[in-house]
C-alpha cells in the first residue's frame, strides 16, 4: 500500500491519496470501504480524513468507519447532520425523508439549491455524500418515518440523530429508539433558539420531560435560522461522534439549551 508520512501537531502519521487507495483495492480485490478499513487497522489515514487526526487516532478513525447512524430528516438540521457525519467518516448512514426541497429551503437546508428543488432530499443527500466520499455505505430512503418502519431500520444502526419537524414525529422515533435500545440525539431550533439532548435506551421518561406527556402539535411553518440550525446539527454530531467512539454523552440527562439573542449556552438538568 503506497502511502506517505505527514505531520500534524507534531506527530507523525501515515497518509494515502484517493487514487493509491482505489488501486491498491483493486489489485487485491477489496471494495472501497474494505480498502479504507484496511488502511486505517495498519495506521494509515486516507487522505480525506488525515485532518482528524490526532483528535482521532487511526483506531478511533476505524471503529467511526464501522460504525453507523439514521439520520431522521434531511431538512435544516438533518441536511447538515448528514454531511457532518460523513465528512467525519462515519463509514454507513441511513438517510430518511419522504419530502422534497422546495424554494422556502433555501435559506437554511444546505442540500436546497435551484437543482434540488422538486427532488426528494433523501436522493439528493445520497448523491451529495457520496460525491464527497465514493467509500461511504448510503442508503437514502424516500419516504417518512413511521412506526411502521422505524423498527427496522432503527436494528440496523447504533445511533440516531433527530434532524425531524414536528412532534409526532420525534415521539415515534423516541418510541422506536427505546423498543430497538438504540441512542437518540435530540435536536430542535425555532427562531433564534436551538437545544439537544441524548436520549438512552434506559430513559423512557427522557421524552416527557421535554415536551408535554400527549403533545403531537405540528412544528411545521415555524422560522428556522440557519446559523442556529447549523449550531444545533454540529452540537448533535459531537455527541454521537462520543457515543459511537464509547466515551461519554455530554447531554444525557441534560438539555443543552442555546438562545441566539444573547450568544449564551445553557445546561439544564432533566433529573
Not at 146 to 164: C, H, K, M
Amino acid at each position: 500500500m503506497l502511502a506517505r508520512t505527514a505531520v500534524r501537531s507534531g506527530q507523525n502519521l501515515w497518509v494515502i491519496r484517493p487514487d493509491d487507495l482505489r488501486d491498491w483495492a483493486q489489485s487485491n480485490n477489496l471494495a472501497l470501504p474494505q480498502a479504507v478499513a484496511a488502511a486505517l487497522q495498519a495506521g494509515i489515514f486516507p487522505e480525506n480524513l488525515e485532518r482528524n487526526f490526532p483528535a482521532f487516532t487511526s483506531q478511533d478513525q476505524l471503529r467511526l468507519w464501522h460504525s453507523s447512524a439514521l439520520v431522521a430528516g434531511l431538512g435544516g438540521l438533518g441536511g447538515t447532520l448528514a454531511e457532518l457525519l460523513a465528512r467525519v467518516g462515519v463509514g454507513r448512514l441511513l438517510l430518511a425523508d419522504g419530502d422534497i426541497f422546495v424554494t422556502s429551503n433555501l435559506n437554511r437546508q444546505w442540500l436546497a439549491n435551484q437543482a434540488t428543488l422538486g427532488q426528494n432530499k433523501a436522493q439528493v443527500a445520497a448523491q451529495h455524500l457520496q460525491g464527497i466520499n465514493p467509500a461511504l455505505d448510503l442508503e437514502a430512503i424516500p419516504a417518512y418515518l413511521t412506526p411502521e418502519n422505524l423498527t427496522r431500520y432503527l436494528s440496523q444502526v447504533q445511533v440516531a440523530v433527530d434532524g425531524l419537524d414536528n412532534l409526532r414525529a420525534r415521539r415515534d422515533l423516541f418510541e422506536a429508539a427505546q423498543r430497538t435500545g438504540v441512542p437518540l440525539v435530540h435536536g430542535a431550533v425555532v427562531a433564534h433558539f436551538g437545544q439537544v439532548t441524548t436520549i438512552l435506551p434506559e430513559d423512557p421518561e427522557s421524552f416527557t420531560s421535554i415536551y408535554a406527556d400527549k403533545a403531537r402539535e405540528v412544528e411545521r411553518g415555524r422560522e428556522i435560522l440557519a446559523p442556529v440550525a447549523s449550531l444545533i446539527a454540529s452540537l448533535q454530531v459531537q455527541e454521537a461522534i462520543r457515543l459511537l467512539l464509547g466515551r461519554p454523552p455530554a447531554y444525557h440527562g441534560r438539555l443543552a439549551y442555546y438562545d441566539g439573542d444573547t450568544g449564551t449556552l445553557e445546561l439544564l438538568s432533566l433529573k
